[in-house]
């Protein structure tokens, strides 16, 4: 075997990794450019599996629109409006997620690293 033949598109396998994490639980709205959760997912998700698959859905758009003006992050009051859970308990959630490497934050915005992804994966099996 030859080293050329160990070559990857990153962007395809994060696309991936995104899509089979995501693809239960969200849908993308690209005309309001929002991301929705199905119904029946939303009563089936702990607050933290919340969370991180919206971030994760964020983390998507880039795959789904063309377009610079989608934040790849967001405040913990856009997190609880978009997982219809209590503002506080967001924040407090988000906090054990910093403290456990599955999100990071900048200023006042969370997000997921690339390097997350996998772990984030394993996160989502566990019974929580």
């Known amino acids: ?12 396998m ?5 899509e089979s994490s995501v693809s239960s639980y969200i849908r993308y709205d690209i005309n309001q450019k929002a991301v929705i ?3 029946e997912a939303l009563r089936n998700l ?3 599996k919340k969370i991180l698959i919206y971030l994760l859905a964020l983390r998507g758009w880039p795959y789904v629109i063309e377009s610079t003006d989608i934040s790849q992050e967001a405040q913990p009051k856009d997190i609880a409006k978009a997982i219809t859970e ?7 959630n988000l906090q054990s997620l910093l403290k456990d490497g599955l999100i990071l934050k900048s200023a006042t915005k969370y997000s997921i690293s690339q390097i997350a992804i996998t772990r984030i994966e394993d996160f989502m099996r566990e019974e929580r």
């Open 37 to 39: 959760f199905l119904p």
């Open 86 to 92: 209590n503002g506080s308990t967001v924040r407090n």
């Open 1 to 12: 075997m030859a080293l050329k033949d160990l070559t990857i598109d990153q962007g395809q």
């Open 46 to 48: 702990s607050v933290q």
């Open 14 to 18: 994060l696309e991936e990794l995104i």
